[in-house]
């Protein structure tokens, strides 16, 4: 709790509101979603929180993202315009890939997020050549790549590593490690479920932390990004978290029997916005007044984006080939 | 943009220069290609140049030959194998506004990669509704000969031509070489150059200065009436030889030169055919599913009205590339192949 104290108040309360609108998107999300008009797989990011909260507070509006098929808690920690990405949702024009991404191809390039991959581990080299592109233009910026548990399964994540510390790029690798594949357990696909310790083996630091401890997140990111800035060479951070909804359902996933109802509630009690409330209320960092005043600016944001989304225009179908070359 | 000047004044020299001018510069393709690096490098800083080998004693069949002395081994360097990562790695640096040279020996090793060509690379303007694009060059040489055999010596144009949102470059003249490798280098998309290792010790003119050959465009190589052959790649000099041959039985062959599949020139083609009413289709590649089916296949839908016989198809046979010569000389097509299909139709 000492480490806790020494956190700036105004960042603990920038995560948490951020934490909070990425939830509260989430929900409203799953509210609506049933109306059939966002007509693209959802994959939801409840649980998970913490992960894009923590390292996106500490980028710059020019450092590079690459994000993944669970890409809405990246989006919006890396402050991309909320109002089309809900409007990449329900298919519109104005979407932020102009409805043809979909839910799992979210963009907004003037805030460094450079797309969204939903092969698995596929943006994970992608980000490794943004990397390298600030290294031929010495600009200073770090790139970070955001990936599952499924992506350590893919020989694309081992050779972009080893390339990355071979030329030393300034790239943070980003393992949200929530232990399940759709259905399938990490135990049943991977020996040893430490992750990090897989990948040592290239001379990469590594480390392995909690992925529900907004603080963890926040400080592990600030060292690994300032040494990366600093020409320190690439980061492999494995967050350990969960996914409190189902691979693309509103579902807790314990109804069709692949993971239990004990582990479900062991992961929802370590809740990473509840525990950041409990720590803002004990340092009195936030009351019930200031909380309010923090849930209805995101409510209102929230409702100014669907409503954007919802009035938007369909795109045009004589446009069929637009976009095809660039 | 410091492209636009040499996209704007395209210089389309006709294929006849050649014969016309002993007093034209004329180097080798290889030393085109070179030609063409060299200038990209030293024109544009955000080109750089990467694959296995560009820095090692031959440069890639002499293509990359020194470029890392003039240089530096930042912006020309030697790659680990990791095929695929590395094209991600080029696709993401190009995202952040570098234009990458990908090099490859043999396009076998392109199938490592399929997933970051075909899944991110053809896809990123169009899956993020043109707001990222990829000025991506992917070069790779198919071989042909001592027996290279199954996983050395593959044509894969088939595959690349299915993809939407890829361009697809097969040049077969050094002048091409050189303006289309500029061309391509210049152009915000992900473009696949396929070459071949036969074409390399050709010599032709070439000019000094950095120009570019148009993407689509293909051109006429030789004059005709009596029917066309289309051609891609080292098939072209096959094409031509045989119109040679055949101008002493008295037909007269005219030769098409695609120089790029995608997007592909059907305009010169159906142009040809009016006139011809007779076509044969000449690939490096394999028959099924592959370029002349395609080109058949557009012909068949734009311009039967032209056709006085049934298209025929000239293309390596339906097998792995055989490694003994006597199986070699079988599977691939060559002038006489384009003789007796030519024949067949007058």
Redesign the interface.
């Known amino acids: 709790m000492d480490e806790k104290v020494s956190m700036p108040p105004q960042v603990l309360t920038e995560l948490y509101t951020l934490m909070l609108e990425i939830r509260k998107v989430q929900l409203k999300i799953a509210e609506y979603y049933p109306e059939d008009e966002m007509r693209t797989p959802i994959h939801l990011y409840i649980g998970q929180e913490a992960i894009a909260a923590g390292i996106c507070a500490n980028l710059n509006a020019d450092d ?1 993202v ?1 994000s993944n098929h669970r890409g809405h808690g990246h989006y919006i920690a890396k402050k991309g315009n909320l109002n089309t990405m809900i409007a990449e949702l329900y298919n519109k024009e104005t ?7 979909g839910s799992m ?1 979210l ?3 003037s805030v460094g997020l ?2 969204s ?1 939903s ?1 698995v581990a ?1 943006g ?11 290294v ?2 010495n600009d200073s910026r770090v ?1 970070v790549a955001f990936f599952g548990d499924g992506a350590a399964e893919e ?2 994540l081992y ?2 590593i ?2 990355a510390v ?1 030329k030393k790029l300034p790239v943070i690798y980003v393992c949200e490690n929530n232990l399940y594949s759709v259905c399938s357990p990490i135990n049943r696909r991977q020996p040893g479920q430490d992750i990090y310790k897989r990948v040592e083996g290239f001379s990469i630091p590594a480390c392995s932390i909690d992925g529900n401890d907004v603080i963890a997140v926040y400080k592990v990111a600030s060292q690994a990004i300032d040494d990366a800035r600093k020409g320190g060479g690439p980061y492999f951070i494995e967050c350990k978290t969960y996914r409190l909804t189902d691979h693309h359902d509103r579902k807790t996933g314990v109804e069709i029997g692949y993971r239990t109802q004990e582990e479900w509630d062991e992961w929802a009690a370590k809740c990473p916005i509840k525990n950041l409330e409990g720590i803002l209320r004990a340092q009195n960092l936030i009351n019930n007044h200031k909380l309010n005043e923090i849930e209805n600016a995101i409510d209102e944001r929230i409702k100014v984006a669907f409503n954007f989304a919802r009035t938007s225009p369909l795109p045009d179908r004589n446009e069929l080939y ?5 | 943009m410091p492209w636009t000047k040499f996209i704007a004044g395209n210089q389309d020299y006709p294929s006849e220069v050649q014969e016309i001018s002993d007093d034209l510069r004329k180097i080798t393709y290889s030393e085109a290609i070179r030609e063409a690096l060299d200038q990209a490098l030293a024109h544009d800083e955000r080109v750089f140049i990467m694959g296995q080998g560009v820095d090692d004693p031959g440069g890639v069949f002499g293509a990359t030959l020194n470029l890392h002395k003039k240089y530096g081994s930042i912006r020309v360097f030697d790659t680990p194998l990791s095929e695929n990562a590395l094209t991600g790695i080029a696709i993401g640096s190009a995202l952040a506004g570098m234009r990458p040279f990908y090099c490859h020996n043999r396009p076998d090793f392109l199938l490592l990669t399929m997933d970051q060509i075909v899944n991110h690379a053809s896809k990123w303007s169009y899956m993020f509704g043109g707001t990222a694009q990829v000025p991506l060059v992917i070069w790779s040489v198919t071989a042909r000969g001592w027996g290279s055999a199954a996983q050395h010596s593959q044509a894969l144009q088939g595959l690349f031509m299915h993809i939407p949102g890829l361009k697809l470059v097969m040049p077969s003249t050094p002048y091409d070489a050189k303006g289309l490798i500029i061309s391509s280098i210049a152009d915000n998309n992900p473009v696949i150059i396929l070459e071949h290792r036969w074409l390399f010790k050709q010599t032709g003119y070439v000019p000094e200065e950095i120009y570019s050959v148009p993407l689509g465009k293909g051109i006429v190589r030789r004059q005709g009436a009596d029917v066309t052959i289309v051609a891609v790649s080292y098939m072209t000099m096959e094409a031509l030889r045989a119109a040679e041959k055949l101008a002493s039985a008295g037909i007269s062959a005219e030769v098409i030169d695609l120089r790029t599949l995608k997007p592909l020139d059907e305009e010169i083609i159906l142009n040809s055919l009016q006139k011809t009413g007779r076509l044969v289709i000449a690939d490096t590649g394999w028959k099924t599913g592959g370029i002349s089916a395609e080109i058949a296949a557009i012909v068949s839908e734009k311009g039967f009205d032209f056709l006085k016989k049934p298209i025929k198809r000239i293309a390596c046979r339906d097998v792995p590339t055989p490694a003994s010569y006597i199986l070699e000389e079988e599977f691939y097509p060559d002038i006489n192949d384009l003789v007796s299909a030519v024949m067949e139709l007058v």
């Open positions: 590079y690459f979407g932020c890939s102009r409805g043809r991404g191809h963009v907004d390039t450079l797309g991959s092969i596929g994970i080299p992608l980000a490794t050549g943004a990397a390298l592109a600030s031929f233009r790139s020989g694309v050779e972009s080893n390339f071979l637009k976009y095809l070359y660039s």
